[in-house]
């Protein structure tokens, strides 16, 4: 039988929101590829191999799955959310330049359900009107890059969805980010701290951005910042559908 690769989404925590699609994908497959705590999501069974790896060896993973495919191997490289968001698929992809032998594989991509959209929904609608979404971690992309981006979206009066927020390793970031939005935004935008969403961890918190402290987030809370017309009603927050 003929290889393939499946690049799935494993969705934010909760195993009911893995897609159907995703489960018969796992349940066809021979190998698993991914960064440590998403491969431990998914359980070992006869026939099937485990291959986690640390976070920061994306493109080696996804050569070490086109191998394997290659071979006539049935592989999934696995991601929690979505694979296309700031996640494996863009890695695959880039591993597939300049191997035409590769590039003739069966590959598809498997989406999932994301940590913001599990953190929107939980709060309400924050992302109700027009949204964007930036990866506040510097390690691909140097933090002037990051700080433009929050300042234009900032200034286009988007709501904004904020992954990898604060590390322990380089916790200062994020207090930029919150310095900065305070500075485009004023004190009284709500923002929105979604840690661990859909796992018995979750815990959720709306402040406004003057009372926003950097130690409410870590690196598994999803932070969204309201845009102008954001505003709760009862214990939710939504953003109008309406342009202001």
């Given at each position: 039988m003929?290889g393939?690769l499946?690049?799935a989404?494993?969705g934010?925590?909760d195993?009911?929101?893995v ?19 998403y491969?431990?999501?998914v359980?070992?069974r ?21 191998e ?8 999934v490289?696995v991601?929690s ?19 035409e032998?590769w590039?003739?594989?069966?590959i598809r ?8 959209l599990a ?12 949204f ?7 390690n ?6 990051i700080?433009t ?9 988007f709501?904004?969805?904020f992954?990898n927020?604060r ?8 207090a ?12 009284d935008?709500?923002i ?5 969403v859909?796992?018995?961890e979750?815990?959720?918190t709306t402040?406004?951005?003057?009372e ?33």
């Open positions: 003929s393939w499946a690049i989404g494993l934010p925590g195993d009911r929101l897609t159907p699609e995703v489960s018969q994908v796992l349940a066809q497959a021979t190998d698993v590829v991914g960064y440590i705590p491969v431990a999501r359980a070992p006869p026939g099937l191999s485990l291959h986690p790896s640390d976070n920061r060896v994306e493109l080696d993973r996804a050569r070490a799955a086109l394997m495919a290659s071979a006539g191997r049935r592989v490289v991601s959310g979505d694979p296309g968001v700031f996640a494996m698929a863009s890695a695959v992809f880039e591993a597939l330049e300049g191997r032998d590039q003739a594989l069966d991509v498997l989406p999932g359900i994301t940590a913001m953190a929107a929904a939980a709060a309400g609608a924050p992302l109700g009107h027009d964007c979404c930036i990866n506040l971690s510097d691909l992309k140097p933090w002037s890059v700080e981006r929050l300042r234009h979206a900032a200034r286009a009066d709501a904004m969805a992954y927020p590390s322990a390793s380089r916790p200062e970031g994020f930029k980010a919150l310095t900065t939005l305070r500075e485009e935004c004023g004190p935008r709500l929105t701290f979604a840690r661990a859909s796992t018995p979750q815990r959720l402040v406004s951005l003057g926003a402290m950097p130690e409410m987030a870590d690196m598994r809370t999803v932070v969204i910042v309201g845009n102008s017309a954001t505003r709760r009603v009862g214990p939710w927050v939504y953003s109008p559908r309406s342009a202001r």
